[in-house]
């Protein structure tokens, strides 16, 4: 499975900002994926990344306030811009194991960087 | 539709205790994949186990072992002698096609205190 690096870890923001969240992968993979996890709550998915192309963003997630880079098949950046406290939560990256479009796949996931929003 | 419920949202035991994390499953798919992860205080997601549809062995590795009933619809998660380093938020998720495309649907998570 891939090793996926994330950062930052943590950070508060002031309300108005816009914080860039960095995902590093130890090998090349053909999706990323982005996920919000807002306090005692399950996962959601905001975006998938694909290196070359748009990402494709979940109902309820807009490009305006969820801007991603996919600029190669190793790295990819999620900005959370103009931030509230509602948008306080674990951001989480992920990949999944094997290049197949498949179900069985697995996804791997970084530490995740926790943002808090004053 | 398609959903996945972990009714117990927090579960709390003493250690050496056998604890049971409840996941049922909804979807009208044939085929599918159902999937635990373990969520440590550190909060990366870390995979425990995957079952397709077709496979209703149960599977034991170590203390931990998985119960897939299909008839009810249910994944269940047995930790046998539990230690406090077992205590983590695990996710049950449902993995079904959709568009042409896999979704991932994840269950609430249960929150695992095991004390000493």
């Known amino acids: 499975s891939a090793v996926i690096s994330q950062k930052p870890s943590r950070d508060i923001c002031q309300r108005g900002t816009s914080l860039t969240i960095q995902c590093q992968v130890d090998?090349?993979?053909?999706?990323m994926f982005w996920y919000r996890q807002q306090p005692g709550q399950s996962l959601t998915l905001i975006a998938t990344?694909?290196?070359?192309?748009?990402?494709?963003?979940e109902s309820g997630f807009v490009i305006d306030k969820f801007p991603i880079s996919r600029p190669n098949l190793t790295f990819s950046t999620l900005t959370v811009s103009n931030m509230s406290p509602e948008d306080s939560s674990i951001y989480l990256c992920?990949?999944?194991?094997?290049?197949?479009?498949?179900?069985?796949?697995?996804?791997?996931f970084g530490a995740g960087s926790r943002l808090t929003v004053l | 539709a398609q959903k996945v419920t972990q009714a117990q949202t927090e579960i709390s035991v003493v250690e050496k205790e056998d604890v049971t994390l409840d996941c049922v499953y909804e979807?009208?798919?044939?085929?599918?994949?159902l999937f635990w992860y373990k969520q440590p205080p550190s909060g990366e997601l870390v995979f425990l186990i995957r079952?397709?549809?077709?496979d209703e062995q149960n599977e034991i590795s170590g203390r931990y072992s998985w119960n897939f009933q299909k008839s009810t619809s249910s994944f269940n998660f047995t930790i046998t002698a539990s230690q406090v380093v077992d205590s983590a938020v695990y996710f049950c998720?449902?993995?079904?096609?959709?568009?042409?495309?896999?979704?991932?649907?994840w269950g609430a998570g249960t929150k695992l205190i095991i004390k000493p």
């Open positions: 998720a449902l993995k079904i096609l959709m568009d042409s495309n896999y979704q991932l649907i």
């Open positions: 079952r397709n549809s077709f």
């Open positions: 990344a694909n290196q070359g192309s748009e990402a494709t963003y």
């Open positions: 979807t009208r798919d044939t085929t599918y994949y």
């Open positions: 090998s090349q993979v053909t999706m």
């Open positions: 992920s990949v999944q194991w094997g290049q197949l479009l498949s179900g069985a796949n697995v996804l791997t």
